[in-house]
T-cell receptor, first 109, second 115 residues
Framework: GQSLEQPSEVTAVEGAIVQINCTYQ??????LSWYQQHDGGAPTFLSY????GLEETGRFSSFLSRSDSYGYLLLQELQMKDSASYFC??????????FGTGTRLTVIP | GAGVSQSPSNKVTEKGKDVELRCDPI?????LYWYRQSLGQGLEFLIY????????KSGLPSDRFSAERTGGSVSTLTIQRTQQEDSAVYLC?????????????FGPGTRLTVT
C-alpha cells in the first residue's frame, strides 16, 4: 500500500525558519514532490527530489533521504503569505503521484 | 498561455442525479489527472490519462464514477446517481510528462455539493 505521514498543523513566527517533515511508504518510489495550497486555491508545485540531498529554491528548500523514506520542506524567512497547506507527494510509479493529507502552516506576527 | 480550466466552478445537485465535470488542460500537456479533495483533507487520486494509452482508473471509488478524454485534450468526469459523500472539490491537473519531475498544473476545481 501507499501512505505518507506529515504533521497536520505547524505554527511559526514571521521571519523564522520552519521544517515540515514527511515520511512515506510506497511499493515503488521515484521521487518526492511538495505542493503549496492557499485556502480556496489550487495546489501549486514547489519542488521535486529524486536523489538524496537538499534542493534549494529561494527561501524554500527540500530534502530527501531515500534510505530513511523521509523528506522535509524547509521554509526560511517566513512571511505571512506563506500561511497555507503544504502537501508532500510521493511518485510511487511512472504514473502515480500519491499525496499526503497536508500540513497547515500558520505564520504569526 | 492559459492555464488549466474547469467548469462549472460550483455545482449543487440533488442526491441521485448525474453530474458531469469538465477539464480543459494546458495545450500540449499529454498527462491529465483527476483528484478529489474533501474539506480539510488531502488529494485523493481518481484517474490518470497519458496520451493515447489506456487510462489508469485505479483510484475511482466506485463504478458510479467514470471519465473520458476526447482527442487527447478535454476530459469529462461523470458521477452517476450522486450520493452525499460525493460532495467535495474535484481538481483536474495536467502535466507535460510523468508526475514528479514534471510539475502538475492544477485547475481551480469544481466544488460539488450533493443535497
Amino acid at each position: 500500500g501507499q501512505s505518507l505521514e506529515q504533521p497536520s498543523e505547524v505554527t511559526a513566527v514571521e521571519g523564522a525558519i520552519v521544517q515540515i517533515n514527511c515520511t512515506y511508504q510506497t511499493s515503488g518510489f521515484y521521487g518526492l514532490s511538495w505542493y503549496q495550497q492557499h485556502d480556496g486555491g489550487a495546489p501549486t508545485f514547489l519542488s521535486y527530489n529524486a536523489l538524496d540531498g537538499l534542493e534549494e529554491t529561494g527561501r524554500f528548500s527540500s530534502f530527501l533521504s531515500r534510505s530513511d523514506s523521509y523528506g522535509y520542506l524547509l521554509l526560511q524567512e517566513l512571511q505571512m503569505k506563506d500561511s497555507a497547506s503544504y502537501f508532500c507527494a510521493a511518485q510511487g510509479g511512472a504514473n502515480n503521484l500519491f499525496f499526503g493529507t497536508g500540513t497547515r502552516l500558520t505564520v504569526i506576527p | 498561455g492559459a492555464g488549466v480550466s474547469q467548469s462549472p466552478s460550483n455545482k449543487v445537485t440533488e442526491k441521485g442525479k448525474d453530474v458531469e465535470l469538465r477539464c480543459d488542460p494546458i495545450s500540449g500537456h499529454t498527462a491529465l489527472y483527476w483528484y478529489r479533495q474533501s474539506l480539510g483533507q488531502g488529494l485523493e487520486f481518481l484517474i490518470y490519462f497519458q496520451g493515447n494509452s489506456a487510462p489508469d482508473k485505479s483510484g475511482l471509488p466506485s463504478d458510479r464514477f467514470s471519465a473520458e478524454r476526447t482527442g487527447g485534450s478535454v476530459s469529462t468526469l461523470t458521477i452517476q446517481r450522486t450520493q452525499q459523500e460525493d460532495s467535495a472539490v474535484y481538481l483536474c491537473a495536467s502535466s507535460y510528462g510523468t508526475p514528479g519531475p514534471y510539475e502538475q498544473y492544477f485547475g481551480p476545481g469544481t466544488r460539488l455539493t450533493v443535497t
